[in-house]
């Protein structure tokens, strides 16, 4: 449960304003079922949104843990199993042991899967360079720069967000 209201948080300024409205307008156009549609055509992949996530976040760390794919997904577990059997069915991922727990699995691409994610980010990469093909090297540069540094302090503060839920959900101990 949430413990703060708009209320308790600061104004935004007007620069953040419309940071996030640029942002809502880039989450639409990048998820809108159309483009993905595309996307998938171009790199001869026929896998839904939810398996193209799953697989890109797979892709990005090491052989994990169902669970913990939901949670740096945000999804319910359930969701991940299902997707998980779609992609292992598929030929894209394969379960392996875990070397901390032999009873527990993680999920790792197979060659396949790293052949469908490398062309999937090069379909995508190849439709973000005709879109961005004007500007200059050096605003590429920025603007890149400036996403990963947004995203990493999104992923602190969300962590410390947790952090401090956590805390506050803790059970009180007499001792």
């Known amino acids: ?5 708009l209320s308790d948080l600061p104004e935004a300024s007007p620069e953040v304003v419309e ?12 998820t809108r079922a159309r483009q993905h549609d595309r996307l998938m055509a171009l790199a001869g992949v026929p896998l839904d949104r939810a398996a193209v996530a799953l697989l890109r976040q797979i892709a990005d760390s090491e052989p994990l843990r169902p669970g913990e794919l939901a949670q740096r997904l945000g999804v319910e577990a359930s969701h991940v199993t299902r997707t998980v059997q779609q992609l292992q069915r598929a030929g894209y991922v394969s379960r392996v042991p875990d070397p901390d727990d032999r009873r527990a699995q993680r999920i ?6 790293r ?3 490398g062309r999937i980010r090069q379909a995508g990469a190849q439709g973000m360079q005709l879109a961005l093909a004007e500007w200059r090297p050096e605003e590429l540069r920025q603007l890149a ?3 990963h540094r947004m995203v990493d302090d999104f992923l602190a503060y ?3 967000e947790d952090a401090g839920r956590e805390a506050d ?7």
């Open 1 to 5: 449960m949430p413990t703060e209201s």
């Open 19 to 30: 940071i996030e409205r640029a942002l809502t307008r880039v989450t639409y156009l990048s």
């Open 108 to 113: 790792q691409l197979t060659d396949a899967g």
């Open 115 to 117: 052949e469908a994610v």
């Open 145 to 147: 720069a400036l996403f």
């Open 158 to 160: 969300t962590i410390e």
């Open 169 to 175: 959900e803790a059970p009180l101990t007499t001792g």
